[in-house]
């Protein structure tokens, strides 16, 4: 809360007193300037030219300078400057490029003193000189700049930008130079004396610079805004304009107003779509400083009610009002914002940021046990006098998770050894399911011989087909050996199912138990998440799924009833149970378990039998095997559950091998979901080529146009440096081969090696059958080059 | 299997399109084996082909039909001297090759004045190579604006941008919003072109029975794309809210964005297809003839417009009467620039003039004698074919006024389209002011005019017959510069393309050359969809506000 009594000792005359408050105009306004004294403000627009003056409480309504039976094209205001210097004058710049001025002081009710109508095209600005009376500037669409000495009747002097349109002219504050600021995106900066050329000109921004406004105290600081939108800072005081600041704002930048005795805050407002003004402090480029929601429509004009005063603000807009607003009731962006930051890291790290106050006042937490590491880091940012804002000092928390370093690289070598198409659909799950066994992920290999048996369509599979793959099954070593007492294991893991789960939660990427401290990672969790009601969730697909499977076994019960069970299916099964070493499992055991006590005519079916004659009895009740589709509902849960655990990989490769089979079964922008999350972790561990097969093999819109994107390769010449046009292997402009084979001399057309040292290089396979000889560059700069 | 066979075809043109010599040969090899395996197929042509060699021969000379188009377009000398060579070979074989109908790419100019794709420039060259390497053709389009490179460059880059880069409607909906735009003209010849594309990047064929048969969100862009093509100014935020909050067939402001560019950008594009007369592409119907030359010369669009042989002498007699026609212009434009501060119109007299051009440019008559039924095959792309222009101009409704000062392109338009459908606002802004700042300095015979003057009006008088008035221009200007075979002229283009005619093009500006006569092409063409855009933004943004 800023103090009042400040305001009045930095007023010279009278004091400034008012609340936020605002009057209806009869048309929009385009530009807005009030008179020295601060108690009067113009209003100028295409159809409005009015004079308010300011009271305690209200606008009040004291000229309309709008007269005549048809008001012209004159009136027609583009923008309004009132003189600081004497209060009964005026300057409008009309949209059919007149320039007036208005006296107040005349008697007649038509106030218009001078016209000028120099200018061909609309003009966009008119300003007057801060201390000399009767020097005008304007500057117009036709890309000139002109002077008016208002004592005559044609301008003195005029100044051609050499480029386009004008946006805006901003007299200096103590001297006799003036900035102008183009379409082209330049600024130009012109001594008043000298019409025949700029001083300077500097390029701003990209595309029309709209606006520009020279710092009040900090003489050499010029704020320019443009389409861009930026707001940019210029030291001009050097001999090359310098960006000393620069504003990203959210919409192109239309006004641009330093406020009045702070040395880094300035005001803004923008051309379209955002409403608001803000006012930035410049050294915080990121949160505005205050903003003013007020408006409806884009506000066109704001300006300080008193040179000296940063508290009242002014401003018209496009929704025909006009407002007064008091600095103390904006709002303050800053409150709202939320310093506290979570990220997760690629091998599952958990990085938190947040006020320190928040940190320190939880000083109940436990320390960590045993593996995970906590790594309290302090930034203090030094404390600036000037500054208003609020102190946040932040302190940043990484939690690693677990000793074991590699523990992502089950991830890697699976993403690197699935085979997700090129062969049919049994051969994928049997090699999926070798692949994740072997990387000791026993569920998810179970997983995939499930989905090889439930969509193998038994109808038109052959035989063969299957018996083929079961004994390939059957091989295995890991399948050979089992014991019977695992159904202690799996209450074991559904037991520990209950506090794991705050684990799952904590990190999505890795998931791994066994670790002593569980519960105190729950209860950290607790503190931080506040909520494990998605881990409830999870209990939830399991029990469904169990519901699921139960169904499924009673109608099929009748039917399979009719030949005996293989003993070895149990064992088999139990022996794939067995590995309590990751939390995915338990959905697998809880799903599992009713069917281990209860149901055991659905054994066959989800289990490699390995007796051949066994498979040769069922062969015709398979033929009678429920449709593929009936399993759709279970497996959308299982890959939902799957990803749900983060384990996003396994979703995006069941749902890419099924195919056809499945994909129709859950909605769209869940897959894409999936799939950009799974594309994501793949590019983040540089596994460039499977993610872009996984980008292929997609079948989603959204994410196959992944690899049409940014397919433009721009390359320069070898020799002389420049952008190669694309006219083939010849630079245009030093007409010699790029990218020739310092083995062969040929150009290389295709895979280009070079060393980082000298930069020669060449044909791949050259440059490694040279480097085999020699370790000395092949084109003889005598480098010793090194290729990684 | 039609499909698997279809998508190789697809692949086979493609390769052509490479920069490097090698892959375009071996492409080639590819073609001429296929060739000649599917003419083995047909066997014999004297025996009446049975019902299955009808498919097999239908596709041959679809391929065949390509052939002849590469021949002449390719960009490749290599490619197009192979293709000629092919189908020599096919024709000493006893098939039948197709030839090319018309006479070169456009209609109104002659073959020889427009730039040989054999005989140009490097700069010209590469931006041919380009466009072929993107669309693996190179249309008769490109080949008239080739009279104007730098401008090639910017039209083709935002057009490639608009239908194959990063945006947020699929491609297939890009080039059918092409087709619905240029169908509302009664374009064929860019209705044809589209067609293809739409089915190359897998759009439904069922979708081009009729926009009924298109999904429902497509079908609510008809109300705008009528709207806009037509009566742009009767565009209100009501009509976007429609589109925007449609429930599960709403589209997204970026998506609508999109759309409404590329409306705009296919209507102009209509208007410079036939205000230059652009014949159909030769590998597409009506491009090419499998019949022998003895039958008509006519296109059957030529004869529908009244132009045949019968205007050939027309030249010579415009010759005489509009002798000097270049040097009066000249004349006026350097009073005006003289005269300019000496005769200060009255506020009142400006606002007058403006709006005595905007009425009379209501009643320039286009052609209205001829009423021109839109054939079947394309008004199935709109509904309400009967909905054009005239059908205002002669109830004389009026068309309110838009200030150009308060909703222009440079501050506004410009903002909300880079916003929701990024770098699309930039590749506009350069292409409308390549447009408008083209200029060689060079008037007919002469040589260092400034044609800004000229220029402006041309841009000034399209925007004013949409309503969109500068407060700082002169609306007297046109009346000293545009005459009235030239007002007729951009009053058909613009407001109804389909039913320009030779006639019209061969009547203005008679001694100036056909590069100059496409240069104002290009102007009306931009300007057309500046003012269109201008309104559909406009709209948008009040829906936003």
């Given at each position: 809360?800023e ?7 930095a007023l010279s005359?009278n004091t ?18 009030v ?7 113009v209003?100028?627009?295409r159809?409005i ?5 300011i ?9 309309n ?6 008001p ?9 400057m ?15 490029g007149?320039?007036?001025?208005w006296?107040?002081?005349k008697?007649s ?6 016209l ?11 300003c007057?000189?801060?201390t ?14 002109k ?5 005559k009747k ?30 082209n995106?330049?600024?130009?900066l ?9 001083e300077r ?17 900090d003489?050499g ?10 707001v940019?800072?210029?030291d ?28 880094f805050?300035?005001a ?7 409403h ?22 884009v ?10 005063d940063?508290?009242?603000l ?23 914002a939320?310093?506290e930051?979570l ?9 938190f ?15 960590y046990?045993?593996?995970d ?15 208003q ?29 699935y ?8 051969e994928l ?5 070798k692949?994740?066994r ?6 998810v290999?179970t ?18 087909g299957?018996?083929?793959s079961l ?14 007492k ?5 209450l ?21 138990t ?14 931080t998440?506040g ?15 169990d519901?699921?499977?139960?169904s499924?076994?009673?109608e ?9 069970l293989?003993?070895?299916g ?9 590995n ?12 599992d ?10 054994v066959?079916?989800?289990?490699p ?8 009895i069922s062969q ?6 429920l449709?593929a589709?009936?399993f759709?509902?279970i497996?959308?849960?299982m ?8 384990d ?8 890419i091998v ?9 909605d769209?922008?869940t ?41 433009t ?7 002389c ?15 010699q ?17 070079w ?9 791949l396979?050259?440059?490694?059958n040279?480097l085999?000889s ?9 480098h010793?080059c090194?290729?990684? | ?9 697809l ?17 080639m090899?590819?073609?001429s ?8 197929a ?10 299955t ?6 596709d ?9 188009m590469?021949?002449k ?19 000493d ?13 456009s209609?109104?100019i ?12 490097s700069?010209?060259?590469?931006i ?13 389009i490109s ?13 083709l ?18 080039h ?14 860019l ?17 081009l ?9 497509l ?44 409306l705009?950008?296919y ?9 230059c ?29 009244g ?6 002498h ?9 002798c ?8 006026r ?8 501060d000496?005769?200060?119109a ?12 905007k009425?009379e440019?209501?009643?320039v ?5 001829e ?48 916003r ?10 350069e ?13 007919a015979?002469?040589k260092?005019v400034d044609?800004s003057?000229?220029?402006?009006a ?17 609306y007297?200007?046109i009346n000293?510069?545009?005459?009235r075979s ?6 058909t ?9 030779k006639?019209?093009?061969?009547s ?20 057309r ?17």
């Amino acid at each position: 809360m800023e103090k009042m009594s400040r305001v009045t000792t930095a007023l010279s005359s009278n004091t400034i007193s008012g609340k936020t408050m605002f009057c209806h105009l009869d048309a929009p306004a385009n530009a807005i300037s009030v008179c020295r004294d601060a108690s009067q403000v113009v209003v100028a627009g295409r159809n409005i030219f009015k004079i308010y003056t300011i009271e305690e409480e209200q606008f009040v309504e004291k000229l309309n300078l709008r007269v005549g039976r048809k008001p012209s094209l004159n009136f027609s205001c583009a923008d309004v400057m009132w003189h600081q210097m004497e209060e009964n004058l005026l300057a409008t710049a009309a949209t059919n490029g007149a320039v007036v001025t208005w006296n107040l002081g005349k008697p007649s009710r038509n106030k218009q003193d001078q016209l000028f109508t120099e200018h061909k095209r609309t003009v966009n600005k008119v300003c007057f000189h801060p201390t000399e009376v009767y020097m005008l500037l304007s500057g117009s669409q036709d890309g000139l700049m002109k002077c008016f000495d208002l004592r005559k009747k044609e301008s003195v002097s005029t100044f051609s930008g050499q480029s386009e349109s004008v946006r805006d002219v901003q007299f200096s504050m103590k001297d006799f130079t003036f900035a102008a600021s183009f379409e082209n995106g330049n600024v130009q900066l012109w001594d008043i004396r000298r019409p025949d050329r700029y001083e300077r000109m500097f390029t701003a921004h990209t595309g029309p610079v709209f606006c520009c406004d020279w710092h009040p105290d900090d003489r050499g600081w010029l704020a320019t805004g443009g389409r861009d939108k930026m707001v940019k800072v210029w030291d001009m005081t050097t001999n090359r304009a310098k960006e000393i600041y620069c504003v990203q704002t959210i919409a192109s930048v239309a006004r641009v107003k330093w406020r009045p005795e702070k040395r880094f805050h300035l005001a803004t407002c923008s051309m379209m779509v955002d409403h608001n003004i803000y006012v930035w402090d410049i050294r915080r480029p990121f949160i505005p400083f205050a903003t003013f929601e007020e408006h409806k429509d884009v506000t066109t004009g704001i300006v300080w009610r008193h040179q000296h005063d940063p508290y009242f603000l002014l401003s018209g807009s496009k929704d025909s009002t006009l407002y007064q607003h008091m600095f103390k009731d904006a709002t303050r962006p800053v409150d709202k914002a939320n310093p506290e930051g979570l990220c997760f890291g690629l091998m599952g790290d958990l990085a938190f940021a947040a006020k320190e106050s928040l940190i320190n006042s939880d000083t109940n937490r436990k320390p960590y046990p045993g593996g995970d590491r906590r790594n309290p880091l302090f930034f203090f940012k030094k404390t600036d006098p000037t500054e208003q804002f609020a102190h946040v000092s932040s302190a940043l928390t990484i939690y690693q998770t677990g000793l074991d370093s590699n523990h992502m690289d089950w991830f890697v070598s699976t993403a690197q050894r699935y085979l997700l198409t090129g062969k049919p659909f049994a051969e994928l799950c049997d090699h999926n399911a070798k692949v994740a066994r072997e990387l000791k992920r026993p569920q998810v290999s179970t997983t995939w011989t499930m989905l090889r048996i439930m969509f193998s369509d038994p109808a038109n599979l052959p035989a063969a087909g299957l018996n083929h793959s079961l004994s390939k099954l059957g091989s295995l070593p890991l399948m050979n050996s089992f014991s019977l007492k695992e159904m202690g294991s799996v209450l074991a893991s559904e037991s520990r199912l209950e506090r794991g789960k705050g684990d799952s939660r904590q990190d999505n990427i890795h998931l791994e138990t066994g670790n002593s401290h569980i519960s105190n990672n729950n209860e950290e969790n607790e503190e931080t998440e506040g909520s494990d009601g998605p881990a409830e969730c999870m209990f939830g697909d399991a029990e469904l799924d169990d519901d699921d499977l139960y169904s499924m076994d009673h109608e099929n019960q009748a039917e399979e009833q009719e030949y005996t069970l293989p003993q070895e299916g149990f064992q088999l099964r139990h022996e794939i149970v067995d590995n309590p070493s990751a939390p995915e499992h338990f959905q697998q055991d809880k799903a599992d378990s009713p069917h281990v006590s209860g149901n055991e005519a659905e054994v066959p079916c989800l289990t490699p039998i390995e007796s051949f004659s066994l498979i040769s009895i069922s062969q015709p009740l398979f033929t009678h095997h429920l449709p593929a589709s009936f399993f759709c509902p279970i497996v959308r849960e299982m890959l939902s559950y799957y990803a749900e655990q983060g384990d996003v990989q396994m979703a995006v490769s069941v749902l890419i091998v099924l195919g056809e089979k499945i994909r129709k079964e859950i909605d769209d922008l869940t897959q894409e979901h999936w799939y950009m999350s799974y594309i994501d972790m793949l590019q983040r561990f540089e596994l460039w080529n499977v993610s872009n097969e996984v980008i292929k093999l997609s079948t989603c819109s959204a994410i196959t146009c992944l690899n049409q994107t940014s397919t433009t390769l721009h390359i320069n010449c070898s020799n002389c440096k420049r952008p190669m046009s694309s006219k083939g292997w010849m630079c245009d402009r030093c007409h010699q081969c790029a990218s020739i084979c310092a083995v062969c001399h040929h150009v290389v057309k295709g895979l280009f090696v070079w060393c980082q040292g000298c930069s020669h290089g060449g044909h791949l396979e050259h440059i490694m059958n040279w480097l085999k000889s020699s370790a000395h560059c092949p084109a003889g700069c005598g480098h010793m080059c090194e290729y990684t | 299997m039609m499909e698997v066979q279809d998508q190789e075809s697809l692949g086979r043109w493609d390769r052509l399109g490479s920069r490097d010599l090698s892959t375009r040969l071996e492409a080639m090899e590819i073609i001429s084996q296929e060739v000649t395996r599917k003419v083995e197929a047909i066997g014999p042509l004297t025996s009446s082909p049975p019902a299955t060699g009808t498919v097999l021969s239908s596709d041959l000379n679809d391929i065949l039909a390509h052939l002849l188009m590469l021949s002449k377009r390719c960009p490749f000398e290599d490619v197009r001297e192979r293709c000629i060579q092919l189908l020599q070979e096919v024709q000493d074989l006893g098939v039948r090759i197709p030839r090319p109908l018309g006479n070169g790419p456009s209609r109104f100019i002659p073959e020889k004045e427009i730039l040989q794709v054999s005989k140009v420039d490097s700069r010209t060259q590469s931006i041919f190579e380009d466009a072929f390497a993107a669309l693996g053709r190179l249309d008769n389009i490109s080949l008239v604006m080739g009279f104007h490179p730098q401008y090639l460059e910017s039209f083709l880059r935002t057009q490639h941008y608009l239908l194959q880069m990063d945006g947020p409607l699929p491609l297939h909906y890009r080039h059918y919003i092409g087709i619905m735009a240029a169908a509302r003209h009664q374009c064929s010849y860019l209705v044809n072109l589209h067609v293809n594309d739409f089915l190359q990047v897998g759009g439904d064929a069922k979708w081009l029975n009729g926009l009924g048969e298109a999904p429902q969100k497509l079908q609510q862009l008809g109300e705008l794309n009528k709207i806009l093509a037509h009566r742009p100014w009767l565009i209100t935020k009501e009509h976007m809210e429609a589109l925007l909050k449609a429930e599960e067939h709403s589209w997204s402001l970026a998506e609508l964005i999109h759309a409404v560019v590329l409306l705009t950008h296919y209507h102009s594009l209509a208007s410079f297809t036939f205000g230059c007369g652009i014949t159909p592409e030769i590998h597409c119907d009506g491009g090419h003839t499998f019949r022998p030359p003895s039958l008509s010369q006519y296109c059957v669009c030529d004869i529908a417009n009244g132009n045949g042989h019968a205007n050939l002498h027309d030249d010579q007699l415009g010759d005489q009467d509009m002798c000097g026609e270049v040097e009066v212009l000249m004349e006026r434009m350097k009073q005006l620039q003289e005269c300019r501060d000496d005769e200060e119109a009255s506020q009142e007299e400006m606002a007058t003039r403006f709006e005595r051009e905007k009425t009379e440019s209501m009643l320039v008559v286009t052609s209205e004698d001829e009423e021109c039924v839109p054939s079947r095959d394309i008004s199935r792309h709109f509904e309400d074919p009967s909905y054009g222009y005239k059908d205002f101009s002669r109830r004389g409704e009026h068309v309110p006024t838009f200030r150009a000062q308060d909703y222009s392109w440079e501050d506004h338009g410009y903002s909300l389209v880079n916003r929701l459908y990024p770098d699309v606002g930039q590749m506009l802004d350069e292409k409308f002011q390549m447009a408008y700042n083209l200029t060689y300095n060079t008037m007919a015979t002469h040589k260092d005019v400034d044609t800004s003057m000229l220029r402006r009006a041309i841009w000034n008088y399209i925007h004013c017959m949409f309503g969109i008035r500068y407060d700082d221009y002169d609306y007297g200007e046109i009346n000293q510069l545009l005459d009235r075979s030239f007002k007729i002229y951009i009053k058909t283009m613009v407001c109804s393309p389909e039913k320009t005619t030779k006639r019209m093009y061969e009547s203005f500006w008679r001694q100036f050359q056909h590069s100059e006569k496409v240069h104002v092409n290009l102007l009306l063409m931009e300007a057309r969809m500046q003012a269109e855009l201008l309104y559909a933004l406009r709209a948008i943004t009040r829906y936003m506000t």
